[in-house]
Each structure stands twice: as C-alpha cells, then as structure tokens.
C-alpha cells in the first residue's frame, strides 16, 4: 500500500476475536456440549449423518465476515496507486533475458506499436463514419438484397443462440455492452472530473489503449470462434438470428447515440445523426465484417493468450478507464504521463540506468 | 377471538388459535365417547348432509388409494365435493388454467409415489404451482373428514401463507377461514371445518411446542425449504423425529431445484419428484471485466438497457434503502436527460425495500408508462429492490435483471455476540435464483456485473441457512421446550458451529433460564411461552420486582417491531428536531416510551393517527404493530399471572426504576467507557470496543450503560442505550457480575471500587438503607 493510500484508522481492543472467550474451557456451554459427548472439534449434530458431506465450513466455526465500505465490484481489487506502469517494456526486456526468439519479440513489439498508433489515432480524431451504398458485384451495384445474405453472414457471429450459454458468448456480447459501458462512462467523468481524479492512476493511458484494442481483438477472435460454431449451427439459428440481430443493431445505434451527447455536438448535428442512423447501422456491419477479415489472417491462438494474460492485468483498470469516443477531451490530462512513459522508457533503452534498476554492479 | 377467552383456557402462547382450542374441546368429547356429530372435523359433513342431501364423489374415494382421475373427477363435478355447493363459474374457469400448470400433468406420478413413501421431496421451479396444487393434491388423498386429522402447508413469510391461502380458498370454491385457512403470528382465520391450513413454519413450530407429536396433522407440507429458514431447519429436524414415531405422518419436502440432493440424503434417501416450472431461458451476460464501482455500473447497465433493448421491465438488486435511494435519484435523472436528448422511451423507477411502507410497496405492481407519443418508443419500470425480490415477491413483466452480486447479509458472531448486517457477495444459488426473475413472462436477460471467473471462484455454492447465522438463545429455549435433551446430536441438517451453540446455552444460563445442569428451568419455561428473545422475555417477567411492567412492557413491544422513527433522506433535519421531543437524556429505552405514550395520547385526543405520526416523523405502521404485539404480550402476562404495575409518574424513582428493570434482562449487554471523556466503550466480559450509535438521544452518557443492541455496520455499535449505574449491576446481576469471574483490567478494578463504596456506604448508613 502506497502513502497515498486512503486512511483507514481503526482501533482495535486487545483481543478483538475474543480468543480468551473461545478459549477457555470452563464455560457453562463448554461445560453441557462436553457432557453431551461433544468433543472439541467435533461438529453438532447427528452422527454419521448421511448429509454430512453437504456440511460446510460454516457448521465448524461461526461465518466469517469483512466489513465492506466502498463500491468495488465483485471480483475487483482496490488499485492503491502500487499498479506498475511500462510493463511492456519490462516485458520485452525479460523476453530478451529468457532468450526470446527476436522475430517474436520484435513481433510482439510491432503489434503493441501498432495497437498504441490506432488508440492514437481515435483519440486524437475519432472515427470517420461511413455511408452504406450497396455491394459492387461485377459491374451492378446490388443494394439491401445482397446485404441480407451477405453481410448477415459475417455479422451474425455477433449473434447470440440462447441455447447455449457457454462461455465465449456472454463475454463476447459483453463486450459489446461494455463499449456502450465506457460511453457512458466519459459522459460521467466529464462530468465529474475533479471527483474522478484520484482514480486517475498512472497506468490510466496505457490501459485506456490497451483495452479498446483488447475489446477490437476480442471480438475478433470470438467472432472466429463463433463462425465455427455457426456454421455448426446455422440451420437452427436461422429464425433467431433475425430477431436478435435487431436488438444487437440498435445496440449500436446507441452508442451513437451517447456518443453524440458526451461530445456535445450541436442539436442539428444530432438530428442529422438520427436520420442516418439507419446508414449507420449497415455502415457498422461493413466494418465489423472488414475487421473481421483482416482478423482472420492476424489472430492466432498464441495472441490469445497473451491478450488473456494482458486482460488479467489490468482487470481492474480498463473497466474505468477505457474510452473509445470521447477522447479528445481526455489527451490533455496525460501529458504529464506520457512524459513520465518516455522518461522510462528512456531508462530500459539505456544500460546504466537498467544496471543501476537491477543493482548490477558494473 | 373473543370466545375462547372467555373459555378461560390456560392460554400458553399468544399464538394459539382457535383450532388449537378446538382440539382440546375434542378430546374432552372424544371422552365422552366422542359422538361423532362434535368433531369438529366432520361437522361440515353433517351440516351439508354428506350422508343425505348430496352424494359427494369423494365417497367412493378410498383413503391412499385415489387416482388422479378419480380427483379430476370430483373437480368437475357440478356440486362442490367438500361443501356440496354448486359450483361457481369461477371456479371452472380456475379449474382451466390449474389444469395448465406443469404439476398438473404429473399428479399420478405424485400420488403413485405419496402412496409409496413416508417422506418426499417435492422439487418444482418457479411457476410450476407447487404451493397451490400440490396440497389440494394431498387433500383429495388424504380425505381429512375421514379421520380428522389436517393438512398443513408452511411458508417462510407470512404474506404468503396469506395470500396463497386465498388462492386456494378461490380455487377450491370455498370461504377463506372455513375448509382453507391460515394461521400467521397474531392471526388465525381457521374455522372447525379447516382441512388445510396454511402457516408460517415459526407458527407450526410454536404448535409443536405443546404437541410434541404433532397429531392434529396427517400430512405436513414444508415448503420453500430451500429458503432454510430457522424455523424451517429446526422443523424439518423435528418431523425426521417424529416420521419415526408416527407411521401414519406423510412429511413432504418442497424446495428449488438447486439443493434437492441434499435434502434427499437428510431423509434417508426420500424419492424425489421434479417438475419443470414455466419459465423461459434466460440469457445470463458477464462483465469481461470486475466493476470498479457496482452502483455506478448498475445504474449504467439500466440505463443502457432502457436504450437499447427491446420492451420489457427491469429488475435491480442492490444492498440496502440508502444505496436503492440513491441508484434511483440517479437513474430517474439520467433517464429524465435520456428523453430530452435522445428520443428514449419513459421509465418508471421504483424502490423497494423491506421498511417501505406498504402503499408504496404495492406501486412496483403498477404497470410500466406507455410511450410519451404514439409509435413512439415503449415505455417501462425498472425496480430496485433488495433480495426481497429475490424469492418473497413476484413481479410479472419483469425481462432484464442486473445483479451486482452483493446482498446484505446478517450474520452473529458468537465470541463477540455482534450481530452484523453487511453488505458481502452473494451465492450462486441466489445468483442463479435473482437471473430466473427475468424468465416468468417471456424469454429474459441478466446482466451479471461481474466476471465469470468471478461467478466461479467469489461465490460460495449456497447462501448460508439461517441457522448458521443466528443467535441460537431463543432456538435453545424452544429446543429444550420441545423437549429435545441431546443438543450436541439434534439432527439438523446443517449444524451450527458448537461455538454458537455454547454461546446460548451461556446466555440461557446466566439468565436462569437454563440451570446448571442444563435443564429447563421454571423462569426458562415462562420465557419461552413469549415470542420473544429470552432476553427481553426475562426482562418482562421480572418487571413486576421493578414497580414498572406496564412501561417495559412497551419497551419490550417497542423493541420486537422495526424502528419506530422515520427519517426520511430529505428531511432527515426535520426529523431529528421532532425526535428531539420526545428525547429522555438518559435513555434511548426511555425515549422511545415517551414516543409511545405520545401516541397512546394523541390516540385517546381522537387524532388522524396516521397524519400525526407522518407528522411527528413516526412510523404509525410500526408503531401500531407494536401495539398489537403489547396486547398479545400482555394476555401472555395476564394468563401466567405476571402483574402489571406502574411507578406513579410523579414519583423521581419512575425513570429509576425502568433503568433498573432493564438490567434485569441486559445485564449481558452492559459497556463502561474506555477512559474519562472517550467515546469508546468496552463491552463487559467481552471486551469489545464500540462507539454509541450516532442516532442516540443520550446526551451525556454516564460511564457505563446497557444496550439493546451490538451491531457492526460502517464501525462497531451499540444502539439503543440508557444510562445507569454500576451499583445496579452487582445488585441485579450479582452471578454474572462476580467478581471472581473478571479478569484483571479496568472493568475488574472500577468494579472492585464500586464493591468498596457501597459496603462503606452501608457501613455509614446501617443495613437496610439502599433502596
């Protein structure tokens, strides 16, 4: 726990479990369970009783409790501030350590760049939205016809069977939600900025990139797995996929929607966008299904993994801090953190300053 | 009510009903060679002329041996078979959807295996009408006129034995209170005609006490086992006696789906019936990653669903009143924005919670707002509820649930005697059970916010029984009531920690209730004729030594309902200036009486109670249950001849004397500040540090006081305090304040001085000075 840690002053007495309670063994209830042919140790009730493989922890000792004051959600941990920063660097300098094969290395470094470059790019400019305008086949463009063969196709791995629920769907249509999530998310700390800055921790920029690309490649790779699937399954699915492709669709449009009202853009731009709502949708298909493509030939098992692991790390920050639209509010505010990147990152490329981190003496 | 009053029967509990009166009406007759026209179990018959007037199909029926077409016989039959009423269109129209429901269609398959098995375990989802049909399907069996024994079906809540005993009163054609009643803590609609009856299990457990066999029953329905309420956990244990005892007793286990196994194994292996419930998928969604702030993300997921799902109403599970407050301030807000910028459909939001008052409970059945024009997008309500709508209440049209995983939890630990009610994870049973509110009226979602990972891994299997969780003192005295010795072997299905265990049998001791053998003691036997925790029992029954039982009486009823005081968010100010009316500076006990008798006052003035306790900033719900439990206390108090007497007011002991009459059942529950002008007290014996709970009207509290209650919430509390004065202590409660017993520390020395002083004062004054 880091000094900037917040307080949690608690007095606590001598003996705050009251072991010498529990200890002591000449208490009148001691003294009747022991007369009953209680053992210490022992659990109540009947002996050998059928059900005593359904007995818990709970019938040995009373439920433990902790005292829960704040509003981390389940599963998250609280980020004190001790979250380390230019890991990937660390990273790379292991993998040369362990005697990575440099093509991989430098594999894994070209996709990091990668990845930052087109955080960057829609941070800095957003996304340019496009206008569906048919499917060019052979010289005729065709227009809804094709689409509702075509593009569903591609799209549909968006589609979620309700029949089964395994892992690889939830996660994947969450993913989806989660962008609509991190929307609403800028539109909130706008709003509250001064509030929302001591969470702002270092490693705010670095996850906020590094998420949205987690979110592009996972869907990625889930809409690969899903293509398997479906084809598995197709048939069946056939009558669903209708109806849940226009809610997943209007999912979408959503996002436009809140989109549109974080960045404050004027009343007029707002109408217009409703109007080409529609387009927006067909527009979105197209690139889902653009992506899906270039994914195709990229992703592989191995990216996987190494995305798991990344996801893992920074479990606790993407959730907060990932921003996909509203971004250009936000460069502002790490400038002071990029700096702070490229000093460290300074410090890997220079052997002193490393002999200096790892204390080799020299 | 009024006639077995004036029977003057030794009335033993304040739960006891009119059947139970009856049955001892009929075994008086059943030694006078019992004619058969005054057993109140075949009176109906006569009444309708069963042998003349109408030829009832139930008389071919052979007891055990019916058939489900032989049933479906008799319920299409133009005349009621039970009253020989024609029936009513209603009925038929009942009867149509009731041959809907998924029990239906395995009825044989029931009977065939009641007719087989003592005990069985009855597995049915949600919606499969359980609660309804099977007991109607064990009455058409059993045919109680046959040997004038009931049927009873037990539920965890009271709201529920209630309405479902209407819903089955409806369907079977009859009157509530007359072949179908229910008997509930301070109600009792059964009549001499009752075949079945429904029941809270705390009520059926209360019956036991003083009919260890239970013989007034032929067949008895648990059901919502898998609830495991403390009533429940103890009955079953009991009924596994008794099935040995009592052949004739057919026991069946109703629970969800989850735990059956369990319970099968507990009954010796009982054959297990499953029925599918109608529910729809229900399509469950993860985060990808854990919240960092679950309010936060609840309030987004609704307001996401709101704007992008299609119709349908939501349901969200948060912690407690301040936390749904608050999640719906911000979403009526946000979805107020929603609809001027964007073109969203209305949103009703509705909290609810167990303190809410009623009326406002009843808004979450309202249906959802329409579209604001037409074609445009539908409107819907979003709930947000604790675990209450968990399991208690069903809300039709509910689609979408979110569920943050968290529930509050209130949980004893026996070493410290805190009682803490925190916010902790919830189990994935109640995970799976909170994502099957989405499916009752058409295929639904779930959103989980948080991982699956964490699904798997956070959550324990089961939520924890209540019996795992509770104080065990009032279940010991009732245990030893129902004559159960062996405490260390009582088959229960899930043991307590032998911990909790000692802990009661401790307390029962110190409070006499329990000798030192371990028997039941005179004063134990007494304590355990009032609902009440043995505690405030005992401190009942020695108010009279005090000169004040009318007031503890109060007390104590002021202390068995929910909080009387109402201090709503946005008047929170206001409140406390109208509380400060009735303050006493030297007791929280003591302003709640004055609370009281303000209301008694403004009641006997001829007052709109209900405006002048709104305005007052008093809950007249509460106030008023609170009312009524001191009349049932007090006809408890009357017929064991426990007088009621008062201090005169104008006498400067009145206050003294409460305080004192405190002790008598608290003295356990006594801490004396840590040093001079801390606001840290210690629990005696425990040593435990705790603060006085900022709602306290103790201005200047003394350096030692008695508490009603330790609880651990953001800090260690004791709430509900008043002052008094360590002499009492060593008068009141010279056993559990001997001095031999302390370890050395500061409570042992400033006892020791005290010891000192009034011996000196004694020796000053001569004997018999001392009040």
């Known amino acids: ?362 | 009510m009024a006639s077995h009053d004036d029977r003057g029967v030794k009335r033993s509990n304040m739960e006891d009903n009119a059947a139970q009166d009856l049955k001892r009406i009929k075994r008086a007759e059943n030694g006078d060679a019992a004619p058969e026209k005054y057993n109140p179990y075949l009176a109906h018959l006569n009444e309708d002329g069963n042998n003349g007037d109408f030829e009832s199909p139930l008389d071919s029926f052979e007891r055990h041996q019916t058939t489900a077409a032989q049933a479906a016989q008799a319920e299409d039959s133009e005349l009621n078979p039970w009253t020989g009423q024609p029936h009513s269109q209603r009925y038929f129209d009942i009867l149509k959807t009731r041959r809907d429901l998924p029990v239906h269609k395995q009825r044989q398959e029931f009977l065939d295996m009641y007719h087989n098995t003592q005990i069985l375990v009855f597995v049915g989802e949600t919606g499969s009408g359980k609660t309804t049909q099977i007991p109607q399907y064990v009455l058409y069996d059993e045919l109680p006129y046959t040997n004038g024994k009931l049927i009873a079906c037990t539920q965890p809540r009271r709201v529920a034995a209630m309405s479902v005993a209407q819903r089955v009163a409806n369907e079977m054609d009859v009157e509530l209170g007359q072949e179908v009643g229910y008997s509930i803590r301070f109600e009792n609609r059964t009549g001499p005609k009752t075949m079945l009856k429904y029941m809270t299990d705390g009520q059926l457990l209360r019956e036991s006490m003083h009919d260890h066999d239970m013989s007034r029953y032929s067949c008895i329905i648990l059901d919502e086992a898998h609830e495991r309420t403390l009533a429940t956990d103890i009955l079953m244990a009991l009924l596994k006696q008794i099935a040995a005892r009592r052949k004739d007793l057919k026991i069946i286990v109703m629970s969800a789906t989850l735990d059956a196994q369990k319970f099968q194994s507990y009954f010796y292996d009982a054959p297990l019936l499953a029925v599918p419930g109608r529910t729809f998928p229900v399509e469950i969604f993860y985060t990808p990653e854990p919240e960092r702030d679950y309010l936060e993300a609840a309030v987004r997921t609704v307001l996401q669903i709101h704007a992008t799902e299609p119709e349908g109403d939501i349901l969200l599970f948060l912690t407690g009143e301040e936390e749904i407050e608050d999640a719906c301030r911000r979403i009526s807000l946000e979805v107020d924005d929603m609809i001027r910028e964007s073109d969203a459909g209305p949103m009703k939001v509705y909290p609810l919670y167990g303190t809410l008052p009623p009326a406002h409970q009843q808004r979450i059945f309202e249906k959802a707002p329409g579209p604001l024009r037409e074609g445009g997008r539908p409107g819907r309500k979003v709930i947000v509820s604790t675990n209450i709508a968990e399991t208690s209440l069903t809300i039709d049209g509910i689609v979408y649930v979110v569920d943050p995983g968290f529930s509050k939890q209130k949980i004893y630990n026996p070493r410290s005697r805190v009682e803490s009610l925190l916010v902790s994870p919830i189990s994935k049973a109640s995970a799976q059970q909170r994502a099957g509110r989405a499916g009752r009226t058409r295929p639904g979602k779930c959103f989980r916010l948080y991982t699956e990972k964490a699904f798997k891994k956070e959550l324990i299997e089961q939520t924890y029984p209540e019996i795992l969780r509770s104080n065990l003192a009032n279940t010991v005295l009732e245990l030893k009531k129902l004559g159960v010795e062996d405490l260390v072997h009582f088959d229960l299905m899930d043991p307590p920690a032998p911990e909790t265990m000692m802990r009661a049998l401790e307390e029962l001791n110190y409070l006499a209730c329990l000798d030192d053998d371990g028997e039941l003691t005179r004063l134990g036997g007494l304590a355990s004729e009032f609902p009440l925790d043995p505690a405030l029992a005992v401190m009942l029954i020695s108010s009279p030594e005090f000169y004040c039982s009318n007031e503890i009486l109060s007390i104590v009823s002021l202390l068995s309902v929910p909080s009387i005081w109402v201090r709503p968010n946005n008047a929170r100010k206001r409140a406390d200036e109208m509380k400060m009316h009735f303050a006493h500076s030297d007791g929280d006990h003591l302003t709640l009486l004055n609370a009281y008798h303000a209301y008694k006052g403004a009641e006997t003035n001829n007052e709109d109670m209900k405006r002048w306790c709104h305005e007052h900033f008093l809950s007249y719900r509460h106030l008023s249950s609170a009312d009524n439990v001191r009349a049932q206390l007090k006809r408890i108090m009357e017929t064991h001849d426990i007088s009621l007497v008062s201090t005169p007011f104008q006498d400067k002991n009145y206050y003294i004397n409460i305080r004192r009459a405190l002790l008598a059942g608290f003295f356990m529950q006594v801490a004396m500040r840590e040093s001079s002008n801390s606001k840290v007290y210690k629990t005696v014996k425990d040593d435990q540090l705790v603060m006085i709970h900022p709602s306290t009207s103790v201005t200047s509290p003394y350096d030692w006081v008695v508490y009603n209650e330790f609880v651990l919430t953001t800090k260690q509390y004791v709430r509900t305090v008043t002052n008094i004065r360590p002499e009492w202590l060593l008068e009141i409660a010279p056993v559990y304040y001997d001095l031999d017993t302390f370890e050395k520390g500061e409570i042992k020395s400033a006892l020791t001085r005290i010891t000192d002083k009034v011996k000196r004062r004694q020796a000053i004054k001569g004997s018999g000075s001392t009040r």
């Open chain 1, 1 to 362: 726990m880091g000094l900037a840690a917040a307080k949690n002053k608690r007095k606590l007495g001598t003996d705050p479990n009251n072991t010498k309670w529990s200890r002591n063994e000449t208490t009148f209830g001691q003294k009747i369970l022991r007369a009953q042919g209680w053992q210490p140790g022992d659990f109540l009730g009947a002996k050998d009783a059928a059900h005593a493989v359904h007995h818990t922890e709970a019938s040995s000792t009373h439920i433990k409790v902790t005292l829960k004051d704040d509003n981390l959600g389940l599963g998250a941990k609280r980020n004190n501030g001790d979250e380390c920063t230019g890991l990937f660097d660390f990273q790379h300098l292991l993998g040369r350590l362990n005697g990575k094969a440099e093509d991989v290395l430098e594999a894994e470094k070209q996709k990091r760049e990668d990845h930052l470059r087109n955080h960057y790019l829609e941070q800095k400019l957003g996304t340019i939205r496009f206008v569906r305008g048919g499917w060019l086949v052979g010289d005729v463009v065709k227009e809804n016809v094709t689409e509702k063969n075509g593009v569903p196709q591609s799209d549909s791995a968006n589609q979620q069977p309700s029949e089964d629920t395994n892992s690889a769907e939830p996660t994947e249509n969450k993913s989806k939600k989660r962008k609509a999530d991190s929307d609403d998310e800028d539109e909130k700390e706008e709003k509250k900025d001064k509030k929302s800055k001591k969470r702002k921790t270092d490693t705010e920029a670095e996850t906020d990139s590094e998420s949205s690309r987690l979110k592009k490649k996972e869907k990625k790779d889930k809409k690969e797995k899903k293509d398997k699937k479906e084809k598995e399954k197709k048939e069946k699915k056939e009558k669903k996929k209708k109806s849940k492709k226009s809610s997943s669709d209007s999912d979408d449009e959503d996002d436009v929607e809140l989109s549109t009202t974080e960045t404050k853009k004027s009343k007029k731009d707002k109408k217009r966008e409703k109007k080409e709502k529609q387009e927006n949708k067909k527009e979105k298909k197209e690139k889902k299904r653009k992506e899906k493509e270039s994914s195709d030939s990229a992703t592989d098992s191995e990216d996987s993994k190494s995305k798991d692991k990344k996801r893992r790390k920074d479990d606790t920050e993407t959730a907060k801090s990932s921003g996909t639209s509203t971004t250009i509010t936000s460069s502002t505010r790490f400038l002071a953190r990029s700096r702070f990147i490229a000093q460290k990152k300074m410090a890997f490329a220079d052997s002193a300053a490393l002999n200096q981190i790892f204390m080799i003496k020299s």
